[in-house]
C-alpha cells in the first residue's frame, strides 16, 4: 500500500480533551516510538468524545487508522505519533 503524506507528525494528545481529528483525515498513520516493551492503548472517539473503540499499539509498531473526518484520536503516552495520509498511488 502507498500512503501519501498529508500533513505534520505530531504526538497524540494522551486525553479525551487534547484528542485530535489531524486535520478531518480520513486515514491517520500511527506509531509507538517507545522502547519495545512499552504497549500504550489509543482510543478513537467521536467528536462529542464518546468512545468508538480502542486498540493497543506496541513500541516499535505503526498501522494506519481508517476514520470518519470528526473522529478523534488519543493515547495513553505521547510517544505515539500520528500524521494524516491518503491511501493510494
Known amino acids: 500500500m502507498v500512503y501519501r503524506i498529508r500533513g505534520t507528525e505530531a504526538a497524540l494528545g494522551t486525553s479525551t480533551g487534547a484528542a485530535s481529528n489531524f486535520s478531518r ?3 491517520v498513520r500511527l506509531v509507538n516510538t517507545g522502547a519495545s516493551t ?3 492503548l489509543v482510543t478513537l472517539e467521536q467528536s462529542d ?5 480502542t486498540f493497543t499499539l506496541s513500541g516499535g509498531e505503526e498501522l494506519v487508522v481508517k476514520k470518519d ?3 478523534q484520536l488519543f493515547a495513553a503516552n505521547a ?5 494524516a495520509v491518503s491511501v493510494g498511488n
Open 25 to 27: 483525515a480520513k486515514y
Open 38 to 40: 512499552t504497549r500504550y
Open 49 to 53: 468524545g464518546t468512545d468508538i473503540g
Open 69 to 71: 473526518p470528526t473522529d
Open 79 to 83: 510517544s505515539v505519533l500520528g500524521v
